[in-house]
């Protein structure tokens, strides 16, 4: 284990000792169990290979100064797969087989997570799928519940970097009343497509508008928007988005910290009257916002002044960080203390 270079880590898969399955079956959770395997065995015929019947879940476990592990909001996490559960007609996952299941799989991979001063964190990676064969179009009668982690880098190597993100009116991610506020693998592969095109034009991301109207921003491809004015914490409303939990955290700092938070619609020509903004989610906490380019539209907007994030979204970063790590007091819950 001496091999791991913590701080270079990047956000990818490294293997480790064991994962943590569960499967329904006959009406029943079996007791989540450890597996070294890598490999799932799985019927052709499997529902989630055919009807896109998946969900899954991201969340990390942080190494302390005082040595602890620390599991930010898994609670929240459960709830969330369960309200996916429900979207795409999958047996919805009980809270204790959930937190059980992630509890086990970091525990029995204690080793991996990195240590405090490396500013690196042990992704954890739930995913529940069909796993009953059927050809005919209906959910599966059988689950397969699934916990791996990883270990992953701190996102920001060189820093709290701003990004520029791009519009494209030519794509949308989810359907005005589809499935955008489910965490499904679905929704991923629909916006594969639009996200290269972003990444080869160099954006760090798609910034997703509203699909009905395309006059409302939703969300930047795996992350949710917000922006700062006038000692306001702004954040969309809409039917298509996901509710990020990084967001609904930041929302409840904002306010610890005296700012008044609005969750509603904001249309794009807002955009240029904002004095900071951001994209939000558990892989990277914040990445400010440099820039957003509309390209059919011949718009751009700018949020950044010498390269730097703004002292918002900065000071929002650093103490979700800090919660995250055990650096300051946990006023909230969101943290499971490993035993
Ligand atoms: C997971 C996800 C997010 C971020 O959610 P967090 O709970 O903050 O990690 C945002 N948007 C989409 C589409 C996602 O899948």
Redesign the pocket.
């Known amino acids: 284990m001496g091999t791991i270079d913590w701080a270079n880590l990047s956000f990818g898969y490294l293997k480790t000792d064991f994962n943590v399955r569960s499967y329904f079956k006959d009406g029943k959770w079996s007791t989540p169990t450890e597996s070294s395997s890598e490999t799932i065995e799985l019927h052709m015929a499997a529902t989630c290979l055919h009807y896109g019947q998946e969900a899954f879940e991201?969340l990390k476990a942080f190494r302390g100064k005082d040595g602890k592990i620390r599991i930010f909001r898994m609670r929240e996490n459960s709830l969330r797969m369960q309200s996916s559960c429900r979207g795409i007609m999958m047996q919805e996952l009980p809270n204790e087989v959930f937190e059980e299941s992630v509890l086990k799989a970091v525990k029995l991979n204690e080793k991996f997570v990195p240590p405090y001063e490396s500013g690196a964190a042990l992704y954890i990676r739930p995913l529940l799928i069909g796993i009953s064969p059927q050809v005919g179009v209906k959910p599966s009668s059988e689950y397969l519940f699934v916990v791996f982690v990883t270990p992953v880098g701190p996102y920001f190597k060189e820093g709290f970097k701003p990004t520029p993100l791009v519009i494209f009116r030519s794509f949308d991610r989810a359907a005005p009343l589809g499935t955008g506020t489910y965490?499904i693998g679905g929704?991923y592969a629909a916006s594969l497509t639009a996200g290269h095109k972003a990444h080869e034009m160099g954006y760090s991301a798609v910034l997703y508008l509203d699909p009905k109207e395309k006059k409302y921003i939703d969300?930047g491809g795996?992350?949710?928007f917000f922006a700062i004015k006038n000692n306001t914490y702004i954040t969309p409303e809409s039917t298509s988005i996901?509710p990020?939990?990084?967001?609904n955290s930041l929302m409840q700092l904002a306010e610890d910290l005296g700012m008044k938070v609005e969750r509603r619609p904001i249309p794009e020509d807002e955009l240029g009257s904002f004095e900071e903004a951001g994209i939000?989610?558990?892989a990277a906490v914040i990445s400010p916002v440099e820039r957003i380019d509309d390209l059919e539209e011949n718009k751009s907007y700018s949020f950044v002044k010498n390269g730097q994030a703004g002292p918002v979204s900065t000071l929002l970063y650093n103490k979700l960080r800090a919660i995250q790590y055990g650096d300051e007091p946990d006023t909230h819950n969101w943290v499971t203390i490993l035993e």
Do not use: R, V, W, Y
């Not at 990020?244 to 967001?247: D, F, Q």
């Open positions: 991201g965490k929704n969300e795996p992350a949710n996901l990020s939990i990084t967001n939000c989610g558990t």
